[in-house]
């Protein structure tokens, strides 16, 4: 069983930051790759950035330049430093893990990240 915890959501005002985190505990192995995906209100979920863990990185094309995306691997730790924040980051955040061979992947239970005008 794998346990996901994120932490560092709340409520900012655009132009600000945010920093979250997510820690992977349990029956963990091996992490091949982490993540964030994030879901707007009345929107899909889509990925907002992953780190590989060859540290290769890929963000979504509206949070380029303005969200960084690290983890700590001695602590199953993925980090999302998120500056420049707009209102239409609003949504909840949600990390997730990829393990190498075939086991599925294991989600967090979400943040909420609200961004005020």
């Known amino acids: 069983q794998v346990q996901l915890v994120e932490s560092g959501g709340g409520l900012v005002q655009a132009g600000g930051s945010l920093s979250l985190a997510c820690t992977a505990s349990?029956?963990?192995?091996?992490?091949?790759?982490m993540g964030w995906y994030r879901q707007a209100p009345g929107k899909q979920r889509e990925l907002a950035a992953l780190?590989?863990?060859?540290?290769?990185?890929n963000y979504v094309d509206s949070v380029k330049g303005r969200f960084t995306i690290s983890r700590d691997n001695a602590k199953n730790t993925v980090y999302l430093q998120m500056n420049s924040l707009k209102p239409e980051d609003t949504g909840v955040y949600y990390c997730?893990?990829?393990?190498?061979?075939?086991?599925?992947?294991?989600w967090g239970q979400g943040t909420q990240v609200t961004v005020s005008s």
């Open positions: 997730f893990i990829d393990r190498y061979f075939t086991y599925p992947r294991s």
């Open positions: 780190i590989t863990s060859g540290g290769t990185t």
């Open positions: 349990g029956s963990i192995g091996s992490i091949k790759t």
